[in-house]
């Protein structure tokens, strides 16, 4: 009977060239996530620039024209800001719904980026053995990275 309850005690050896491909792996799933999640958005801001474009210029006006109306209130002015952020609200519908096809594709590979970075890497580097700890200074190769670069 020890002999079984033994067997069972025992923890098979994880091999670790088999966690440490999984987790490259994993990195490149995260960081496959976010690449597409980048593109999709530079898909959507091409497709939108219009409606996009529309909404800042009837947006600028509107505060023009407020500012006007602090400065000299009229009753002209003030109609035209109360037309104009009628118009605001129809161009951010109309901006919202060109986008939302967009938004759909993009939501799940952000929630997907998010898990991985607060979830699946930290509980990947734990076991392999390299908890997460923090760090308040830079290592040297990272401040050479990100120094400026002379012109």
Do not use: C
Not at 18 to 30: D, H, M, T, W
Not at 57 to 81: F, G, H, M
Not at 111 to 139: C, T, W
Request: hydrophobic residues 40%.
């Amino acid at each position: 009977m020890k002999s079984k309850q033994a067997k069972q005690d025992t923890v098979p050896v994880v091999d670790m060239q088999a966690l440490q491909e999984a987790f490259v792996e994993l990195v490149g799933e995260r960081w496959g996530y976010y690449v597409a999640r980048r593109v999709t958005q530079q898909d959507m801001t091409t497709a939108t620039k219009d409606q996009a474009k529309t909404v800042r210029d009837l947006a600028k006006a509107v505060n023009t024209a407020i500012e006007e109306y602090i400065a000299n209130a009229s009753d002209d002015l003030r109609t035209q800001i109360l037309n104009g952020r009628k118009a605001v609200a129809d161009a951010k519908k109309t901006l919202k719904t060109a986008r939302a096809p967009f938004q759909k594709k993009m939501s799940p590979l952000a929630k997907a980026v998010r898990y991985m970075d607060n979830v699946a890497i930290p509980d990947s580097l734990k076991e392999l053995g390299h908890p997460i700890q923090p760090r308040f200074s830079l290592s040297d190769w990272v401040q050479d990275a990100i120094k400026p670069k002379q012109k």
